[in-house]
């Protein structure tokens, strides 16, 4: 029994652009170097929990980029990338004082969740090795009062 082949006609799906179109992107200067420091300074693990999978590793801007921090070992901390994220967006921060991290009710009021996260509630941040200087209270402060969303 030969039987042609029906060929079907590509779906819209199938054949739209899978990207959009060309733009530029001004990259920050100096994001790839503050980044190789913040590793280097914190000993390839993460300031909060010590985890040292390379790959989930970040250099966190204490005092934003965006709002004037610089980028420098002693305004960066080597986070776990969902620790980045709460702590960019707010919903952690680390007292300037104690050195300790204090999580945000939001993230229970928000998404009824962060278990995880609350674990970590009052875990003291881990100083960089020697011969870097520690992120200052300043800039800690600068974070717990114009980022953190407690």
Excluded: W
Excluded at 33 to 46: D, K, P
Excluded at 66 to 79: R, T
Excluded at 116 to 128: I, N, R
């Amino acid at each position: 029994m030969d039987q042609a082949l029906e060929v079907l006609p590509a779906t819209e799906a199938a054949v739209s652009a899978r990207f959009g179109a060309p733009r530029t992107v001004r990259p920050r200067l100096g994001q790839g170097a503050f980044r190789a420091l913040v590793t280097e300074a914190y000993a390839r693990r993460c300031a909060l929990t010590g985890e040292k999978t390379l790959p989930v590793l970040e250099a966190a801007h204490v005092q934003p980029y965006a709002q004037g921090g610089p980028h420098a070992v002693e305004n960066g901390l080597l986070l776990r990338s969902d620790l980045h994220r709460l702590y960019d967006q707010g919903y952690v921060t680390v007292d300037p004082d104690v050195r300790r991290l204090i999580v945000s009710p939001r993230i229970r009021e928000e998404f009824r969740n962060g278990r995880h996260s609350y674990a970590l509630e009052g875990q003291a941040l881990a100083p960089p090795e020697r011969g870097f200087r520690p992120v200052s209270r300043e800039r800690l402060l600068f974070h717990a009062e114009q980022v953190y969303r407690g």
